[in-house]
């Protein structure tokens, strides 16, 4: 008989952590780190790329239970990178945290699986996050990742910043009053011609897996105890080239006056920095005005724009249009939008995120 088909010491110990054995195994986890990972409650913050693999992983790993917190709904070019889904929950209609939830609860039916479909901001991030050990940041736009900084801190919480673009990724643990915080590394979210979406420069499917591993293993280690053993550094990778970094940022909070996790204050936690949406009656749009003062480099917007819209991108001084699919999106210096063709809040965020940045 098999090595593998023999009854291991884990089997004999506890039958309830038998199909965690070979993490068991790893001496760093253990017996007694498996079983803390099975009482703790992680919270995810966005299901798209990062997240559903995320998700996978951690309810494999055996987490006790995983809140899954998104917006939007799945459409088939997110197949390449997000991992969770498949052409049947397009068919279904499903919104992402859902159909995340489907897939979950038939990967580990003994992790407690809560799928929240809701649009993550000032108003209801605290109570979403009640209860986690940690925070994971699976989402796509700086306004939200500041707010989930500004909870963390607040509330003595870490977290986990991961973003990717193209074959280049990040990713950095945060522990508040320890670690730097976001803001004291991203002081301000850049502008949007600064700051690339998957949809306006791609995005490669293994960076994904790259960065979200390299979350998952850091929230593993927090959730067993290891908190001495993480990262300390912003980790940076390019998966084209192989090339891979640890970069030095403690002096960012050392040496800085961050006015987040020094000066503690929580301006994207209290809503001064938080977007609105308008339904426009009549007119099947929604305009969309981000958070916080902006101004646009509309020539920068029109040539990322330019390999995705429908039809040439037109700006002048006191406007930008793209049509992209079935939608017309308007852009004005302030960096307020109208997005013509959806009623929908959420549809109109998602797609200012996409293709503006926020």
Same mark, same amino acid.
Request: charged fraction near 25%; hydrophobic fraction near 40%.
């Given at each position: 008989?098999?090595?593998?088909?023999?009854?291991?010491?884990?089997?004999?110990?506890?039958?309830?952590?038998?199909?965690?054995?070979?993490?068991?195994?790893?001496?760093?986890?253990?017996?007694?780190?498996?079983?803390?990972?099975?009482?703790?409650?992680?919270? +995810?913050?966005?299901?798209?790329?990062?997240?559903?693999? +995320?998700?996978?992983?951690?309810?494999? $790993?055996?987490?006790? !239970?995983?809140?899954?917190?998104?917006?939007?709904?799945?459409? /088939?070019? *997110?197949?390449?990178?997000?991992?969770?889904?498949?052409?049947?929950?397009?068919?279904?209609?499903?919104?992402?945290?859902?159909?995340?939830? *489907?897939?979950?609860?038939?990967?580990?039916?003994?992790?407690?699986?809560?799928?929240?479909?809701?649009?993550?901001?000032?108003?209801?991030?605290?109570? /979403?996050?009640?209860?986690?050990?940690?925070?994971?940041?699976?989402?796509?736009?700086?306004?939200?990742?500041?707010?989930?900084?500004?909870?963390?801190?607040?509330?003595? &919480?870490?977290?986990?910043?991961?973003?990717?673009?193209?074959?280049?990724?990040?990713?950095?643990?945060?522990?508040?009053?320890?670690?730097?915080? /976001?803001?004291?590394?991203?002081?301000?979210?850049?502008?949007?011609?600064?700051?690339?979406?998957?949809?306006?420069?791609?995005?490669?499917?293994?960076?994904?897996?790259?960065?979200? %591993?390299?979350?998952?293993?850091?929230?593993?280690?927090?959730?067993?105890?290891? &908190?001495?053993?993480?990262?300390?550094? /912003?980790?940076?990778?390019?998966?084209?080239?192989?090339?891979?970094?640890?970069?030095?940022?403690?002096?960012?909070?050392?040496?800085?006056?961050?006015?987040?996790?020094?000066?503690?204050?929580?301006?994207? +936690?209290?809503?001064?920095?938080?977007? %609105?949406?308008?339904?426009?009656?009549?007119?099947?749009?929604?305009?969309?005005?981000?958070?916080?003062?902006?101004?646009?480099? !509309? $020539? $920068?917007? $029109?040539?990322?724009?330019?390999?995705?819209? %429908?039809?040439?991108?037109?700006?002048?001084?006191?406007?930008?249009?793209?049509?992209?699919?079935?939608?017309?999106?308007?852009?004005?210096?302030?960096?307020?939008?109208?997005?013509?063709?959806?009623?929908?809040?959420?549809?109109?965020?998602?797609?200012?995120?996409?293709?503006?940045?926020?």
């Amino acid at each position: 008989m098999t090595g593998d088909r023999q009854s291991s010491p884990i089997q004999r110990i506890d039958p309830e952590l038998a199909r965690y054995s070979r993490q068991i195994l790893y001496e760093k986890i253990g017996v007694e780190g498996q079983r803390r990972l099975k009482e703790s409650r992680v919270v +995810l913050f966005g299901c798209g790329a990062l997240g559903t693999v +995320l998700a996978n992983t951690l309810v494999r $790993a055996g987490v006790g !239970f995983l809140r899954v917190c998104d917006r939007d709904f799945i459409e /088939l070019d *997110n197949l390449q990178r997000q991992v969770l889904f498949d052409e049947d929950d397009i068919a279904a209609n499903l919104p992402k945290a859902q159909a995340a939830a *489907n897939k979950l609860r038939r990967i580990n039916s003994e992790v407690t699986i809560e799928p929240v479909v809701v649009d993550v901001n000032p108003t209801n991030i605290e109570e /979403l996050a009640d209860g986690a050990d940690v925070l994971l940041d699976g989402t796509d736009n700086f306004e939200t990742r500041f707010l989930i900084n500004d909870l963390a801190v607040k509330s003595n &919480r870490p977290w986990i910043y991961g973003a990717v673009i193209g074959a280049t990724g990040l990713c950095m643990t945060i522990i508040p009053r320890d670690t730097p915080c /976001l803001r004291c590394v991203f002081e301000e979210a850049p502008p949007p011609e600064m700051n690339p979406t998957c949809d306006t420069a791609g995005v490669l499917g293994p960076t994904v897996n790259l960065i979200a %591993s390299l979350q998952a293993i850091e929230a593993v280690k927090l959730l067993v105890g290891r &908190r001495d053993e993480i990262n300390r550094h /912003l980790a940076h990778l390019d998966a084209w080239t192989g090339r891979f970094a640890n970069m030095k940022v403690q002096s960012a909070r050392d040496d800085g006056n961050c006015p987040c996790c020094k000066q503690n204050e929580y301006p994207y +936690l209290d809503g001064k920095f938080a977007g %609105s949406t308008t339904t426009l009656c009549g007119r099947d749009a929604v305009q969309i005005v981000p958070g916080g003062a902006r101004r646009i480099d !509309f $020539a $920068a917007i $029109a040539a990322k724009l330019r390999s995705v819209a %429908s039809s040439p991108v037109q700006h002048n001084a006191y406007m930008l249009k793209a049509r992209i699919d079935n939608y017309e999106l308007t852009l004005f210096p302030d960096a307020r939008a109208i997005v013509k063709g959806t009623h929908d809040p959420d549809r109109a965020r998602s797609l200012y995120a996409r293709y503006f940045g926020a």
